[in-house]
């Protein structure tokens, strides 16, 4: 792991040029310069030369990114800006002495206790039905102003897209994988688990559960690296079968958990993250199609690759739509959507723009944060049809057909 001095020379490599605004969507949401690369390695500048410290102040400015690497892909000077703000963070860590109100707020036991109690009230929702109520009623509800379009989010969450059990067809076990759930799954909602279940199942690999913490991203993102290890060694532990597969089916999941090795540098790590495979590569050899004719259209998570996106356009009888910024990001990002609701909620507004009044009936993502992002998104927009948000397993275990077995 490099530390902020190791970014210097990346940091003067900065030319100024201003590129990197057209692509930054926190920029575009919120015309603040600090919250482009540039206005940002102009404060880190003033650090390198002693004029400023790792203040509050400083670390708010940094926080000014959802980590989406656009500008990284964008910038004459290849500088991965992402990485040396994580770095920066780090360092702010390091320096500052933390209240035990801000060790509070950044600890792993409050996190938990959120999801947990998010889980409590999806299970309540949905034994109550007043899931189905507020999904009768959305549109009413989401004119009501700022709760009204939370709770929509929320129900968006946890409504129950498996609404009737499904079982795959009798199968032999060949292989056995150890399986990630992450946090959306284990506390939240685990549609997307009983899919991929049940899609991989249907090709011969079972299922060993382990109990995982969170794979620690936000963390990691956030800089905490003291938390993120915590979390990334007790998982790297609970991993302690013979197994050829973890599977994860969350893009964010599968990219830190492959980086595990890079952090941890042991054996361990390296063989932790070598079985690391995305439920993406184990089924994007099947034939699928679809039960009926539907308009498609995808959203690219910041961390996943653009494999997945050749499973959807393979699929027989969808109609494909390609929309402008499908991979730019969806403004859902672990911390910066909670400390930044306001420039998140545009930044999924101006995503979301582009997949409405084009009578596309899903888009189709593979990742949990992004799917709030895009109803964060679809809540901020006023049409009369507006397409419905879906987990690629999901989509292919409720709406699609095999047409062959991946092996
Ligand atoms: S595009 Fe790169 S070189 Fe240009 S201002 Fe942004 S970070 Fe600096
Ligand atoms: S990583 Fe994304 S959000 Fe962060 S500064 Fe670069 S373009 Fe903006």
Same mark, same amino acid.
């Given at each position: 792991?490099k530390n902020?001095?190791?970014?210097?020379e990346?940091?003067?490599?900065?030319?100024?040029?201003?590129?990197?605004q057209?692509?930054c969507p926190v920029?575009?949401a919120s015309?603040n310069?600090?919250?482009?690369?540039?206005?940002?390695?102009?404060?880190?500048n003033?650090i390198?030369k002693?004029?400023?410290h790792?203040?509050?102040?400083?670390?708010?400015?940094?926080d000014?990114? *959802?980590?989406?690497?656009?500008?990284?892909?964008?910038?004459?000077?290849?500088?991965?800006a992402r990485?040396i703000?994580?770095?920066?963070?780090?360092?702010?860590y390091?320096d500052?002495?933390?209240?035990?109100?801000q060790?509070?707020?950044?600890?792993y036991?409050?996190?938990?206790?959120?999801?947990?109690?998010?889980?409590?009230?999806?299970?309540?929702?949905? &034994?109550?039905g007043? *899931?189905?109520v507020? !999904?009768?009623?959305?549109?009413?509800i989401?004119?009501?102003?700022?709760l009204?379009k939370?709770?929509?989010l929320l129900?968006s969450?946890i409504?129950?897209?498996?609404?009737?059990?499904?079982?795959?067809k009798?199968? *032999?076990? !060949?292989?056995?994988?150890v399986?990630?759930?992450?946090?959306?799954?284990?506390?939240?909602?685990?549609d997307?688990?009983?899919?991929? !279940?049940f899609?991989?199942?249907?090709?011969g &690999?079972g299922?060993?559960?382990?109990d995982?913490?969170?794979c620690?991203?936000?963390y990691?993102?956030?800089?905490?690296?003291?938390?993120?290890?915590?979390?990334m060694?007790?998982?790297i532990?609970?991993?302690?079968?013979?197994?050829?597969?973890?599977?994860?089916d969350?893009a964010?999941?599968?990219?830190?958990?492959k980086?595990?090795q890079n952090?941890a540098?042991t054996?361990?790590?390296?063989?932790?993250?070598s079985?690391v495979?995305?439920?993406?590569e184990?089924?994007k050899?099947?034939n699928?199609?679809?039960?009926?004719?539907?308009?498609v259209?995808v959203? !690219?998570?910041?961390?996943?690759?653009?494999?997945? &996106?050749?499973?959807?356009?393979?699929?027989?009888?969808?109609d494909?739509?390609?929309?402008?910024?499908?991979?730019k990001?969806c403004?859902?990002?672990g911390k910066f959507?909670i400390?930044?609701?306001?420039?998140?909620?545009e930044?999924s507004?101006?995503?979301m723009?582009?997949y409405?009044?084009?009578d &596309?009936d899903?888009v189709?993502t593979?990742?949990?944060?992004?799917?709030?992002?895009?109803?964060?998104?679809l809540?901020?927009i006023?049409?009369?049809?507006?397409p419905i948000?879906?987990n690629?397993?999901?989509f292919?275990?409720?709406?699609c057909?095999?047409?062959?077995?991946?092996?």
């Amino acid at each position: 792991m490099k530390n902020f001095e190791d970014y210097e020379e990346d940091i003067y490599k900065c030319s100024r040029c201003g590129l990197c605004q057209s692509v930054c969507p926190v920029y575009r949401a919120s015309l603040n310069e600090c919250a482009v690369s540039r206005g940002k390695f102009n404060i880190l500048n003033g650090i390198i030369k002693g004029d400023l410290h790792f203040s509050d102040n400083v670390k708010k400015y940094l926080d000014l990114c *959802t980590g989406c690497n656009a500008c990284k892909d964008f910038c004459p000077s290849g500088i991965n800006a992402r990485e040396i703000f994580v770095a920066a963070k780090r360092e702010y860590y390091k320096d500052k002495k933390l209240t035990p109100a801000q060790k509070f707020l950044n600890s792993y036991f409050l996190f938990k206790t959120l999801l947990c109690c998010t889980g409590a009230a999806a299970f309540l929702m949905r &034994i109550s039905g007043l *899931t189905y109520v507020v !999904k009768f009623f959305e549109n009413i509800i989401l004119k009501t102003g700022y709760l009204g379009k939370r709770l929509v989010l929320l129900n968006s969450l946890i409504f129950p897209v498996f609404n009737k059990k499904l079982s795959a067809k009798k199968c *032999t076990k !060949k292989q056995t994988a150890v399986y990630f759930e992450g946090c959306f799954n284990k506390y939240i909602n685990d549609d997307t688990e009983k899919a991929v !279940k049940f899609l991989l199942e249907q090709n011969g &690999i079972g299922f060993i559960k382990k109990d995982f913490e969170c794979c620690g991203i936000s963390y990691l993102q956030d800089g905490n690296t003291m938390q993120f290890e915590k979390l990334m060694n007790t998982n790297i532990n609970k991993q302690d079968c013979d197994c050829v597969y973890l599977i994860t089916d969350c893009a964010s999941c599968n990219f830190v958990l492959k980086e595990y090795q890079n952090y941890a540098n042991t054996r361990a790590a390296a063989d932790f993250s070598s079985k690391v495979t995305g439920a993406v590569e184990l089924i994007k050899d099947i034939n699928f199609e679809a039960i009926k004719p539907l308009k498609v259209a995808v959203h !690219k998570p910041c961390h996943d690759s653009y494999d997945f &996106i050749e499973v959807v356009k393979n699929i027989r009888g969808i109609d494909f739509v390609e929309v402008e910024d499908y991979d730019k990001c969806c403004g859902f990002s672990g911390k910066f959507a909670i400390q930044n609701q306001k420039i998140s909620r545009e930044i999924s507004r101006q995503k979301m723009q582009h997949y409405t009044g084009k009578d &596309i009936d899903f888009v189709i993502t593979t990742c949990p944060a992004c799917l709030l992002g895009l109803n964060q998104g679809l809540a901020e927009i006023d049409a009369s049809k507006k397409p419905i948000a879906i987990n690629l397993f999901v989509f292919l275990a409720k709406y699609c057909h095999r047409l062959s077995d991946a092996f």
